[in-house]
């Protein structure tokens, strides 16, 4: 049976393409592209929105400027307008985005395409994105589209009908980012998309579906300025980025380039993030047959490489003690704040880090290197919900440098305790909501999350311990796990109870165990 494809597109122009502004259903084939019976081509006018745009090279370095054309145009556009050239249906979601940055403008101009099948048993009437950006006025400005509605950082696209159980939904949505300042000071979650002097960084920038829950809907929550007040289901990505070619760009996937284009595939992501500089130096190494490409300013090449030799060993332990490493390789990039962020494929590591790096073992960009290495497992292959259940990857992620200094510095074990757990103790289980703090969340979240999964360990043994860590990354893969998960993969590694274990460290005294 054919299956119908529902199209929702913002008029834009971009690289001369041309896109109607509509919201449409129509029936085609098994291949999922759009089909009609109208005639060959067809003479439409466009009053769209916003104008259009040619990436051109300016004599001015580093800049891309944009050749604008007026905004009422006529085009002679063959029918039926071809869906964009994504991956075969189903699957995951699919996204492409077309991206035109001018670096000293400190300006994104955006079309993404996102196509996906209703893969529930309910209709949708309505599709919601995150857009973190969002959150800050005249960062994030999105063209018209139909039924759209934006209530904090929450975008909601409101069908003209219901998209039925099977049925694939492909949306195009237009927009422009003003990249705001971020300062060697600032941390995340504030500062993940951010210009500084010499580096621009895009985490958290671009749209992304929420996570639906049968039966209930699609999940929305309020942005928090606290840990990482986003929720990311996976999805696959091709990203074609227009830029001055004298700009160098860190991004994570198959990366291949051709003039102004630089075009990267990443499959099963979280999001798609990068960071800019025409500063950037590469250094690049091999762990296992996992290629590494550091990004690092000039002067910082010794601690570039510090940080290539530690996750270079990070990546061999980890896989060997969690599973294969999840992603095809990894890029890893010194940013211009003082925080340090996980993406998928990519580690963006604190300036402050860089700059303070000394060569001792102890440094914190040795610790930060692993603890974000960390999170390609526990975060990019098992996702959790980093707002209401963030203890989930943070504790996770800090036992692991824990894992790491035992392997290769194991005089050094006593020192991170001291370092890090210091009048440590309550309930793991807040959400972002219950802090205020930056400092509180961490010492809660990360410190006493990765003492209750040493106490785990201590509870099941190594063996037992181990084994557990690899199964919950292979039930976990690709998902979003959550606690209800962590303790039932815990439960079938021991004959005990693990009751008492988790009330000591869950509020309320811990989750029913059955």
Not at 385 to 392: A, F, I, N, R, T
Not at 462 to 475: P, T, V
Request: a negative charge; glycine letters at 8%.
């Amino acid at each position: 049976m054919a299956s119908p494809l529902r199209v929702v597109a913002c008029a834009t122009l971009l690289l001369a393409s041309v896109v109607a502004c509509a919201v449409s259903s129509v029936r085609g084939p098994n291949t999922h592209r759009a089909s009609t019976e109208l005639p060959a081509t067809q003479e439409i006018r466009y009053d769209a929105p916003s104008t259009a745009i040619t990436p051109v090279v300016s004599s001015h370095p580093g800049l891309l400027r944009v050749r604008r054309v007026p905004a009422s145009v006529e085009a002679r556009v063959p029918r039926p307008v071809p869906a964009p050239p994504l991956l075969e249906l189903p699957g995951l979601p699919q996204v492409i985005l077309n991206i035109v940055l001018n670096y000293p403008d400190r300006h994104l101009r955006v079309t993404q395409h996102i196509r996906l099948v209703n893969a529930t048993d309910d209709p949708w009437d309505e599709i919601v994105f995150s857009v973190p950006p969002a959150r800050t006025p005249g960062v994030f400005m999105l063209d018209p589209i139909a039924g759209a509605t934006m209530e904090g950082t929450m975008l909601t696209l409101t069908m003209t009908t219901p998209v039925l159980p099977g049925e694939p939904v492909s949306i195009t949505l237009a927009y422009e980012i003003n990249i705001p300042d971020v300062s060697p000071t600032d941390g995340h979650p504030e500062g993940n998309l951010g210009a500084g002097e010499r580096v621009i960084q895009m985490g958290d920038w671009h749209p992304t579906l929420v996570p639906y829950l049968p039966g209930l809907g699609w999940q929305r929550w309020s942005y928090h300025a606290i840990g990482d007040p986003v929720i990311y289901p996976i999805a696959d990505y091709d990203v074609r980025l227009y830029a001055d070619p004298s700009i160098v760009i860190a991004a994570p996937g198959v990366a291949t380039r051709q003039g102004l284009l630089r075009r990267y595939e990443l499959q099963q992501a979280r999001s798609f993030a990068l960071l800019a500089s025409p500063d950037y130096r590469l250094l690049e190494a091999d762990a296992g047959g996992i290629p590494l490409r550091a990004y690092v300013l000039p002067g910082y090449a010794g601690a570039g490489q510090h940080a290539v030799d530690v996750a270079s060993r990070a990546i061999l332990q980890f896989s060997d003690l969690f599973g294969p490493y999840p992603t095809d390789g990894l890029v890893i990039a010194q940013n211009a704040y003082s925080g340090s962020m996980e993406y998928s494929g990519l580690i963006s590591l604190s300036r402050q880090a860089f700059e303070v790096y000394r060569g001792s073992p102890q440094a914190l960009l040795t610790r930060l290197t692993v603890h974000e290495v960390a999170h390609q497992w526990w975060y990019g292959a098992v996702g959790s919900d980093q707002v209401h259940e963030p203890w989930l990857d943070e504790a996770l992620a800090r036992y692991s440098e824990l894992l790491y200094y035992e392997r290769y510095a194991p005089d050094l074990v006593d020192w991170w305790w001291a370092a890090h757990f210091a009048a440590v103790d309550g309930a793991i289980d807040g959400s972002i909501y219950d802090f205020d703090t930056s400092y509180d969340y961490i010492r809660q979240v990360y410190g006493q999350g990765a003492r209750f999964i040493h106490d785990v360990r201590r509870w099941l043994g190594d063996e037992q311990f181990f084994a557990f860590l690899r199964a919950y990354r292979d039930a976990g893969e690709g998902r979003l796990m959550g606690t209800d998960d962590f303790v039932t993969i815990l439960q079938a590694h021991s004959e005990r109870d693990p009751a008492p274990l988790i009330g000591r460290y869950f509020s309320a005294g811990g989750l029913p165990i059955e």
